[in-house]
């Protein structure tokens, strides 16, 4: 064949490529049926007309395609299949959005669509954190999903007598992390995922991450993740020549990611007196002072630093500590939200539009400090992630209990007042008030109602 000249060349570059689509065969034992479908990729399941894949189990987690097109349903997130229905058209149901709680849209049947579906099974998510144990079972770090790099292909599909089932899932995964030195990384991690669900149980659950190999430079292989993070593998190290005092390193280990640490001669420069805190001694289950939040009165000065705290008891106070009393060191958790307290619910320019009330039902979850600011006048002001339950009454007078997500801004004026919570900023509502909402203009507060 003689070569083709430019223009020939320049026109064979514009021509569309075209490849042959996958065909695949699917028959079932229910019903004689038969199909065939195009465009299913290798890692997915076939649900078409009558026929739903037996290994599409509820309980597990699924992205689902139709196959005509790479866009998902639902958002392209993978949902917990709630259920499979019977008949010729199966409905198909998963579990509803957060914050839908009246009804659920996330639902099709198997013959919705003439071209089928793909479902493509999740086992791992994006914030799923694991704690890292090398070939000998020694923790090495912790470890926390990032994205996939690749799909999650199931490997075996297992059913034990007892009715459980066990999915075996190859993955690779971006991952952050963090080393017992302190030391933080980002790798990608391939390994083998063990995912089961017993008949007792409605949601599947991951048991954990077997085989892996780290593409980096270490390429460290054999190691094991295990779901969740082992404080006990955090390590921090703090000096006191960072905050102007005593030039001592201490390592601290057995701290939450969001406590600060005192120990010996060393205070963390974001506990300071006028604000509530948790103290925990590290490795400890259980806080101290009864595992209530106490307001800091002082801070000693000198080698061991005395912590004197708020007490019921005015004529003999016994809620306080020396820095260095415990030789593992401590973890202070801020705390400013409590069980009780009233917020007016606003919005509009200056927030000026009362919308209703609400009053904190819970306030058990860590609080979490994102932001320390010192202002102009010598005051503090801190901003703390907050995730909380409220009672809330907005305008129909009927009174709905919801979790609110949001920011706590948190100010102390000066170096003899004490701290005050002002507002809750950008609240996040789960509630069935969430509708009655929407249509309100501007952004919404919680701006606190203070009797004193």
């Not at 890292?132 to 996939?148: F, L, Q, R, S, V």
């Not at 089932?165 to 391939?190: F, M, Q, T």
């Amino acid at each position: 064949m003689p070569p083709l000249n430019l223009q020939q060349q320049r026109y064979a570059r514009k021509l569309p490529t075209f490849s042959r689509k996958r065909q695949t065969t699917v028959t079932s034992e229910e019903v004689p049926a038969c199909y065939k479908i195009e465009g299913l990729r290798l890692h997915e399941f076939p649900v078409v007309g009558l026929i739903v894949h037996p290994r599409i189990v509820p309980g597990f987690f699924y992205r689902v395609r139709p196959l005509t097109t790479s866009k998902y349903l639902f958002g392209g997130h993978a949902l917990q299949l709630l259920s499979i229905g019977q008949g010729y058209g199966k409905r198909i149901t998963f579990k509803a959005n957060d914050g839908d709680k009246n009804g659920n849209s996330n639902y099709f049947w198997s013959d919705s669509r003439p071209e089928g579906y793909g479902f493509e099974l999740e086992v791992v998510a994006p914030g799923d954190k694991f704690t890292m144990y090398d070939a000998n079972h020694k923790p090495i770090g912790n470890c926390e999903i990032t994205g996939n790099k690749d799909a999650q292909e199931e490997q075996s599909h297992l059913l034990w007598p007892d009715g459980t089932i066990e999915k075996w899932v190859v993955v690779r995964l971006h991952c952050k992390i963090e080393s017992v030195d302190g030391a933080v990384s980002s790798s990608i991690i391939s390994g083998n995922a063990i995912s089961s669900k017993s008949t007792r149980e409605a949601t599947s659950k991951l048991i954990r991450i077997m085989n892996c190999s780290l593409d980096n430079k270490t390429h460290q292989k054999g190691l094991t993740l295990v779901p969740g993070v082992d404080s006990h593998t955090r390590r921090i190290t703090v000096s006191g020549s960072t905050v102007s005092d005593v030039p001592v390193t201490y390592t601290i280990t057995g701290l939450f990611r969001h406590e600060f640490p005192v120990i010996g001669t060393f205070v963390d420069q974001r506990v300071l007196p006028g604000f509530h805190y948790i103290v925990r001694p590290a490795h400890a289950k259980n806080a101290m002072f009864g595992g209530k939040a106490l307001k800091l009165l002082s801070i000693g000065r000198g080698y061991g630093k005395r912590f004197t705290f708020d007490s019921d008891c005015r004529n003999e106070n016994e809620n306080y500590f020396w820095s260095d009393s415990y030789l593992e060191g401590f973890g202070f958790a801020p705390h400013e939200i409590f069980t009780g307290m009233k917020f007016k619910i606003r919005a509009g320019a200056a927030w000026s539009e009362d919308l209703g009330i609400a009053i904190v039902k819970k306030a058990e979850k860590p609080q979490v400090e994102i932001e320390m600011v010192i202002l102009p006048n010598g005051g503090i002001l801190k901003r703390l992630r907050v995730e909380i339950v409220c009672y809330m009454e907005v305008g129909t007078g009927v009174t709905r209990a919801g979790r609110v997500c949001g920011t706590a801004v948190v100010i102390r004026k000066d170096m003899n007042s004490d701290a005050r919570v002002e507002r809750i900023e950008n609240p996040g509502l789960d509630s069935q008030l969430s509708p009655n909402l929407r249509h309100i203009p501007g952004e919404m507060v919680f701006v606190a109602v203070h009797t004193v």
